[in-house]
């Protein structure tokens, strides 16, 4: 501003070389009184407008708070939305489990492993008596209820197919039973449980005592069967190596044996890996 002043007034005294010097000076003190004036003007324009301005900042800082205070509460309420669909899955993948998972039969215990998999229900082992009349009769191994509810029933003896206990025997009977399964169990009964796993599939392994990679041992223990004189079927189980004995059943009753299993070998076996005359393992391994 003191540049074009300045200016201005080395001008006016040029022009003051033909006129007189002291109207020249009065001239030039009015024409800065004017400017000084008009300064002063637009610098309270100015002050009254940044005033303006300032009120106007202090407006927006309240808006920005108050979105700012809203982002946090939407957040928040988000956060908690999100925390109660993050349960909410959670029950979801629970109830999925307590869907999936499979049972097995542990043959010769009243007890589950205690790997997480949980007693359905436990009882006794069941088969066909064998001394009873006919040749026909269900093959399989059944595991009793211990506490049998009835429906309707005739306690008249009218049936052909009937089963009983099954009994622990094993030949010869030389055999030292206690090296197989810790205890002599000859002529006791077998117990039974079905155990409920949450892993969705299980397996009986002949042949291993131990699973495979990736797989979890439920129990393992020796490969059993029937009498080889009886005319009935059955099948092949897999029995507990500590099996339990059923309370009052060191009868020697005979009414359904179980036998090792062993390998032969011949022609038609591969021999390695199998090897003659061994009692066969076997493991029930699930994943
Ligand atoms: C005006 O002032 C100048 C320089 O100060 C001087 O030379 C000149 O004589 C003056 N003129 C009059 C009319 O007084
Ligand atoms: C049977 O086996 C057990 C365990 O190996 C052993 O302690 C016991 O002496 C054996 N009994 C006989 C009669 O050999
Ligand atoms: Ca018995
Ligand atoms: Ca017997
Ligand atoms: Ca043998």
Not at 136 to 159: F, H, I, K, Q
Not at 257 to 277: H, T
Request: glycine share 8%; net charge negative; proline share 3%.
């Amino acid at each position: 501003m003191f540049t074009v002043v300045k200016i201005w007034c080395i001008l006016c005294c040029m022009g003051g070389v033909i006129g007189d010097n002291a109207s020249c000076d009065q001239d030039v003190l009015v024409k800065i009184q004017k400017e000084m004036m008009n300064l002063k003007e637009r610098l309270d324009q100015k002050d009254t407008e940044i005033t303006i301005l300032n009120e106007r900042l202090d407006q927006k800082d309240v808006e920005i708070g108050s979105l700012k205070q809203q982002i946090e509460m939407c957040t928040t309420a988000d956060k908690s939305k999100r925390l109660v669909m993050e349960m909410d899955f959670e029950e979801e993948i629970m109830n999925l489990k307590n869907q999936l998972g499979s049972t097995y039969t542990r043959w010769g215990r009243t007890t589950c492993p205690g790997n997480g998999a949980d007693l359905a229900y436990s009882g006794y082992m069941a088969g066909t008596y064998h001394t009873g009349t006919g040749k026909g009769s269900g093959a399989n191994y059944l595991c009793l209820d211990g506490d049998p509810t009835w429906d309707y029933y005739s306690e008249s003896v009218n049936n052909d197919v009937i089963i009983t206990g099954v009994e622990y025997e094993f030949y010869p009977l030389a055999l030292n039973l206690t090296a197989f399964f810790g205890t002599n169990i000859r002529d006791a009964e077998a117990p039974c449980s079905v155990c409920r796993t949450t892993r969705n599939t299980n397996m009986m392994i002949p042949g291993r005592k131990d699973c495979h990679p990736g797989w979890t041992k439920e129990y393992s223990g020796y490969l059993v069967g029937p009498y080889s004189g009886y005319d009935d079927g059955s099948e092949y189980v897999c029995l507990d190596r500590r099996p339990e004995t059923v309370v009052h059943s060191g009868d020697n009753n005979n009414d359904n044996m179980l036998y090792f299993i062993e390998a032969r070998c011949g022609a038609s076996l591969e021999c390695p890996p199998y090897v003659s005359n061994r009692e066969l393992a076997c493991v029930v391994c699930s994943i």
